[in-house]
Structures are given as structure tokens and as C-alpha cells.
């Protein structure tokens, strides 16, 4: 039978790369967007006899009477900013998405007898104070600070995640996913990864926030949609919250000398100001994902650099 599945966030960074995935494996894919973070440019040339692209918001209520709608098996919540320098753009936008939108696409798979997975983040764990973080930790949250528009409207995405599977035994899961990288991220994109490789390709000063002794672990989106593809698939994972990453973990000083090295670049490493409530660590435990899903991250950092520069580097050709 024919998989019909909805992408929220289609035009962005991973719903653009999770269409064309899913386009290959035989589904038919119905993608809504409002083109906020995401660009038209990402979807341009998929099937248009399986692809069917609506410019729309999550938020809106159409989308629980539209046929192209009302007919999915499968969603994929993505929609939401998730850069910093977006999030923090449009900050009522950033908790409307990710509650209100939740909330209209829970109840489309509530209506529709479908699965959903809901695309949470590490962020969820705010600046840890348990490290690493297990899915069992409830993490250490600003509501007074720049990042909380995301990090609580994400936490409440996941209530409402957790009162439609309990109230309506809708299959729903969580994935808190950890930062993804390639070069799908657009060049201004603004998260740590795109702007080191441009910067360093460009032969423009590689910019750390802080000292960079605080730590992220970097997954290949490759591997990030394998995670997620599996969420969907298994029904193990109904009513489970499960962390999505890569457990290496790097300074970000660190990362910045790989990409100069790996680059071969002349840019000089600069520091600024390390912006408010930057979290100092972050690393998964991904016990649950291993044991729950099979499923683990094969891609080394060293390995998804390569082919981030050498993507960039080719964009950058055809792109100034
Ligand atoms: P992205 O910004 O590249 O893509 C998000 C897409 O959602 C964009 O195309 C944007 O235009 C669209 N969008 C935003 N608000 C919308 C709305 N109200 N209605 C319709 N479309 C809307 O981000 P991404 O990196 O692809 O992230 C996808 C999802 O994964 C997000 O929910 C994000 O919070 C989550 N996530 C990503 C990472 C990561 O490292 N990439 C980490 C943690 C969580
Ligand atoms: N960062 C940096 N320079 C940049 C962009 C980001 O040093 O040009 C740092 C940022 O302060 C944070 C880390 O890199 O400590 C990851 O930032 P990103 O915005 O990619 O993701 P998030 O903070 O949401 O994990």
C-alpha cells in the first residue's frame, strides 16, 4: 500500500533532506512550509506527481479538512526555527509553532489514526547540570532569557505530545534530537557547523563565542534521519521520549581548529562574547535509542566534515 506521509518544516534543513529520503524509499510526500527559516530552493526539483508542496503555517486550522491532509498515515513534526539567530528573531513565532502547531498536527494524527513524531531538542535540558543527559533528566531551563521562547515551547510540545498519547492513545514520539549538521544548513543559517566552514572557506575570521570550552556532540544528518525514520517505524517507541545524537563530544574551540585544519585555512580564530545562557555542555546518552530503536550513530565528526567542506566548497563555486 502506498505510504502517504506529511513533513512539517519541508523546506528546511532536515524536512528538505527527510523528503527526498523518503521520496526515494516510494512514499508519496505532502510538505507544508511558511518559508520562515526554510527556502524554496532546498525542494526545488523533487517528483511532482508524489511530491505535493503547500506554502502554509502549522498553526493553521485548514489543515485539518484538507484532503491532501486528511488522507496521511505518517507525520514528521518539523516545522519550527531552530537556529538561534531565527528563534530568537521571531520569538512568539518560535511558541506558537511549536505549541499551537503541535497541537494542530496531534490532532490531525488523532483524526487520522496516524503516527507522528515530534521533533523535540536537547535543548529541552536546558544548561545541564547532569551530565551526560539521559532522556530521565528534566534539565535546568531560563524561562527569563533569550533562549526560552524555544527551549519551553519545545518543553511544552512535548506535553502536548504526552496528553494526546495518554488521553487519545495516539501514536506519538518524541525524538529530543541533539545539533545536526551537513552542508543542507544554508550558508547564513547561523549554527556553529555552517559558520565555521564558510568562514574558513571564505578565508574570514572563525568566530567563537566565549573562550569555546563549552561542548556540543555533532551528528551527521544521516544519521539523525535514520533515528527518526526508525522512531516512525517502531511501535516500541509509541509514548517515548528518545534522544537523537551523537555522544562524542567537542569544545567548540576545538571544533574550530578541526575546520581550519581539515579546511586548510589562513583565517585567524577570533573570540567574542558568549551570548546569554549558552549551554556550557551537552552530550546524549543514547542507551534508550540503541536499545528501543537499534539504532546508533556511524558517521565520525571528521568524516561528516570532509563531506560538509567539500559540499560547501562546491556550493560556494557555483554560488559566490
Ligand atoms: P530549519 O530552520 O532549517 O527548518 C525548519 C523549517 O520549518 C523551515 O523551513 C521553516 O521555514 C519552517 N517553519 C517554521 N515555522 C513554521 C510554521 N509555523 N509553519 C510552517 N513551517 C514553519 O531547522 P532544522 O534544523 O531543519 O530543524 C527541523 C526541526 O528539528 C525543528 O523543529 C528543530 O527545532 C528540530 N531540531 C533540529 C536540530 C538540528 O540540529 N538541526 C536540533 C534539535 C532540534
Ligand atoms: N558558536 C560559536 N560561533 C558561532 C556560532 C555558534 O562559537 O559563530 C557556539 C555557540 O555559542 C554554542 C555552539 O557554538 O556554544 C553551538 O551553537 P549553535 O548555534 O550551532 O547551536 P546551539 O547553541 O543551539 O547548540
Not at 200 to 222: H, M
Not at 232 to 261: C, F, Q, R, S, W
Not at 291 to 299: D, T
Request: charged share 25%; net charge neutral.
Amino acid at each position: 500500500m502506498e505510504r502517504k506521509v506529511l513533513i512539517t518544516g519541508v523546506a528546511g534543513f532536515l524536512g528538505s533532506q527527510l523528503a527526498r529520503d523518503l521520496l526515494a524509499e516510494g512514499c508519496v510526500v505532502v510538505g507544508i512550509d511558511n518559508l520562515s527559516s526554510g527556502k524554496i530552493t532546498n525542494i526545488k526539483g523533487l517528483p511532482e506527481d508524489r511530491f505535493i508542496f503547500k506554502e502554509m503555517d502549522v498553526c493553521s486550522r485548514k489543515i485539518l479538512e484538507d484532503s491532501d491532509f486528511t488522507t496521511v498515515g505518517e507525520i514528521y513534526h518539523l516545522a519550527s526555527a531552530a537556529s538561534p539567530k531565527y528563534y530568537q528573531a521571531s520569538p512568539f513565532d518560535t511558541i506558537n509553532t511549536n505549541t499551537i502547531g503541535t497541537k494542530n498536527m496531534l490532532e490531525l494524527a488523532k483524526r487520522n489514526q496516524a503516527k507522528i513524531v515530534y521533533s523535540s531538542t536537547s535543548e529541552a535540558y536546558g544548561d545541564p547540570e547532569v551530565h551526560p543527559q539521559p532522556e530521565t533528566y528534566k534539565g535546568n531551563v531560563n524561562t527569563w532569557g533569550p533562549r526560552a521562547c524555544y527551549d519551553e515551547a519545545k518543553r511544552l510540545g512535548e506535553v502536548f505530545c504526552y496528553l494526546y498519547f495518554t488521553q487519545y492513545q495516539t501514536k506519538v514520539k518524541v525524538a529530543r534530537i541533539f545539533n545536526t549538521y551537513s552542508a543542507g544548513l544554508a550558508n547564513d543559517d547561523g549554527r556553529v557547523i555552517s559558520s565555521f566552514v564558510i568562514q574558513a572557506l571564505k578565508g574570514e575570521d572563525i568566530t567563537v563565542y566565549g573562550n569555546g570550552t563549552q561542548t556540543r556532540s555533532f551528528c551527521y544528518v544521516t544519521d539523525t534521519l535514520n533515528g527518526l525514520k526508525l522512531l516512525m517505524k517502531k511501535d516500541e517507541a509509541n509514548g517515548e521520549i528518545i534522544n537523537i545524537g551523537n555522544p562524542i563530544e567537542y569544545p567548540i574551540i576545538d571544533l574550530a581548529h578541526l575546520v581550519k585544519t581539515l579546511t586548510n585555512s589562513k583565517s585567524n580564530i577570533t573570540f567574542h562574547p558568549l551570548p546569554e545562557d549558552d549551554p556550557k555542555v551537552r552530550r546524549p546518552v543514547i542507551e534508550k535509542a540503541q536499545n528501543l530503536l537499534g539504532w546508533m550513530p556511524n558517521v565520525t565528526l571528521e568524516e561528516g566534515l570532509q563531506m560538509t567542506i567539500q559540499e560547501y566548497k562546491n556550493k560556494l563555486k557555483d554560488n559566490p
